[in-house]
């Protein structure tokens, strides 16, 4: 489905991505892993062509998207829906718009500017609010709702599109853990039911050993590890992180496993609870 092929971003010296490779052969939830500055936003930057690439291909079904130009791209960035950390909403507008926004890229400036939606789109935001556990908000304003809230706000918004893959760059590293656990379920929930691919850049190893079907590690602009959350072990994770002193798991935790910890499933033992909340 997707191929990255030696897919490089340098700025200057810096090489913030560096021949990255990666299949996706079937719809699965991806976490990337690894340190700030490890190149993660950079990755998911170009596979939305909200970077340019410096070297490389990206192909998706057959297409070359590096290749894409003008409406083009924006037709590939409403397949690739990206989700950010501060959720980039309009905090003064209500909610339901701000998910209509979604579907900006098919419409008409004119209309849009009026906020003209079709009443197919707005029942279509209403359902996918209703999905997502928030429908009773949509008359808010954005910036009225909770951070977990507006999250997922942003994952209508991006839903509004029907987008084939959802990009999420550090989704929950805003968020309280109980918020965290409902947007990476809303996020995983998408993935099962919808068969989206979901790729997210985390920046806990816990959080991508418990959701993601598959984890990638980078490190310095390459990729250091591409496996299942089992083959993720201590040691691999220390290679991620960087194998010094100042590396500890729980420096890389969050408190979304200690929510639950009794839970069946529940990841690796041995955790100290984390004290820390990101
Ligand atoms: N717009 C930019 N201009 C110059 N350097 C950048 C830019 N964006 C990212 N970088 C550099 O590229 C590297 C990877 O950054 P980034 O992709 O943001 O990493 P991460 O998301 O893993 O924290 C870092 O060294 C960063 O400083
Ligand atoms: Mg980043």
């Keep these: 489905m997707l191929s990255i092929d030696h897919l490089t971003k340098s700025f200057g010296r810096t090489i913030a991505v560096d021949a990255a490779r990666i299949e996706i052969a079937q719809p699965m939830m991806i976490g990337i892993i690894g340190r700030s500055g490890a190149g993660k936003s950079t990755l998911l930057r170009m596979l939305n062509r909200l970077t340019t690439h ?127 656990q409902l947007v990476m379920a809303a996020l995983r929930r998408i993935h099962e039911e919808d068969g989206r691919i979901v790729i997210a850049n985390l920046h806990t190893l816990d959080t991508a050993r418990r959701y993601c079907d598959r984890v990638i590690g980078m490190r310095d602009g390459r990729i250091v590890f591409d496996g299942t959350p089992a083959q993720l072990t201590t040691g691999v994770a220390r290679d991620i992180y960087g194998a010094d002193a100042s590396f500890s798991e729980s420096a890389t935790s969050t408190e979304i496993e200690t929510l639950d910890r009794e839970g069946p499933g529940s990841g690796p033992g041995g955790r100290q609870a984390a004290g820390a909340t990101v």
Excluded: Y
């Design 54 to 180: 410096s070297s490389g291909r990206i192909l998706f079904e057959g297409r070359d998207i590096t290749a894409l130009k003008g409406a083009a791209v924006r037709g590939w960035q409403a397949d690739c829906a990206m989700i950010f950390q501060q959720f980039n909403l309009v905090p003064r507008m209500d909610v339901v718009s701000n998910v209509l926004h979604g579907t900006l890229n098919r419409r008409s400036t004119l209309r849009s500017l009026f906020n003209l939606f079709p009443s197919a789109d707005i029942h279509r935001a209403i359902d996918i609010l209703e999905r997502l556990g928030i429908a009773e908000h949509a008359p808010k304003r954005a910036e009225a709702l909770s951070g977990g809230q507006q999250q997922r706000v942003a994952i209508a918004r991006a839903l509004m599109q029907d987008p084939k893959i959802i990009l999420a760059d550090e989704p929950i590293a805003s968020l309280d853990p109980m918020n965290a």
